[in-house]
């Protein structure tokens, strides 16, 4: 194993240390744990399932119905005036 400090904030060392105390466990244990559950999540230079994550996430707002439609739009003028100096 590697020695590396990190900085936590007061209620993440707080918390941290209340779970260890409650599982029996080291912090240094804790902390690995969920860097590997972190990382175990990460799919390096996958960009699609990424996008796929995204898909649906302002469903329920209100506030950004037109968005779809305004950012279509400037996409479409963008590429109509590239393909026009073609």
Known sequence: M????????????????????AA???????IREALDGYLARQKSGDWKEALRACAGMWADRDDV?????????ESDE????LWDKS
Do not use: F, N, P
């Open 78 to 81: 963008r590429l109509k005036r």
């Open 24 to 30: 029996g466990r080291r912090q240094s244990d804790l």
């Open 2 to 21: 590697v020695r590396t400090q990190i900085y936590l904030t007061e209620d993440q060392k707080r918390r941290l240390e209340q779970l260890a105390a």
């Open 65 to 73: 119905a037109d968005l779809h439609e305004r950012t279509r739009r």
